[in-house]
Structures are given as structure tokens and as C-alpha cells.
């Protein structure tokens, strides 16, 4: 069995330092066992990396790579709750994806996959989740993708 820092390895990724809050919120905020990650969006260096619409701006597999974008921040925020140690991820509860997208855009769930499929890859079954993927019109910063979850910790 491999550890979640052999696969983030073996997945080319470095994890960021968690994105500052943008208002009055903390990222993360964790009860029992249970950690609540505050809405992701596309951040990368300290930037913005993607702002605009799905099937405007953006299709679908750039939306995917923005989505896969968020998990890595997502991943970096629980690995903070965890103190620094990913091993004590016991499963990925769940996932909301929102997508900021045109009218006529109905894959949202495509979108969104880019951060479920990364959660399996990471933590493998424990990965595994409930999910939400939606559309809406608009989306803070004009981000293409915000989402948010919950992990269960030991």
C-alpha cells in the first residue's frame, strides 16, 4: 500500500500553501473527527489562475484542469487540519462543485470530476465521496469553478 506522499509524488504534485481567506471566514473548521473545507477556487502562486465562463471562456477539460486546480488547494487546507499529515485522512465525505458557466452548459459533473477523480488518485478509496455539481451564472471573482468539502479525520 502506498502512502498519500508516495502517490502525490508519483502524481508530479506539490501541494501549495493554503489561499488566505478573501473575507471573514477561516479556511477549514474542524469538529470531532469531522473537517469542513471553506469554497476553493483556482488559485496558484498566490494568483488567480483561471477567471471566466465554462463554454464561454473555458471548455470542458480546461474547466476539468481548473477543477483539478481546486483539489490540490482542498488537499493543501485538510493537509493543515492534519497538521502537515495526509495519512490521517480516513475518507473524503464530500464534495460541492459549482460552476460558473453559460446558460446552455449542462456538463457540470464532467467539470467537477477533475477534483473527485484527483481525490481517488490521492487517497484511492479512501477518496471516495458524495457530490454535488451546478451551474450558476456567476461565481466570486468570476472563477469558472468554487468548491468546497468535507474529510473525516482521525
Known sequence: MTTVRERLEALGIEL??????????????????????SGQVPVEGGKLAYR???????SLEEAREAARLVGMNIVAVVGAACDGDLERVKRCVKLGGFVN???????H?????????LMVQIFGDRGRH???AVGTNKL?????????????ID
Open 130 to 132: 458524495a457530490r454535488f
Open 52 to 58: 471566466g465562463k465554462v463554454g464561454v471562456d473555458y
Open 109 to 117: 459533473p464532467a467539470v467537477i470530476n477533475g477534483a473527485s477523480d
Open 101 to 107: 458557466c453559460c446558460d446552455d452548459f449542462e456538463n
Open 16 to 37: 501549495p500553501d493554503p489561499a488566505a481567506p478573501a473575507a471573514n471566514y477561516v479556511p477549514f473548521v474542524r469538529t470531532g473527527s469531522l473537517v469542513f473545507v
Open 140 to 152: 466570486p471573482f468570476n472563477v469558472p469553478v468554487e468548491i468546497d468539502a468535507v474529510f473525516e
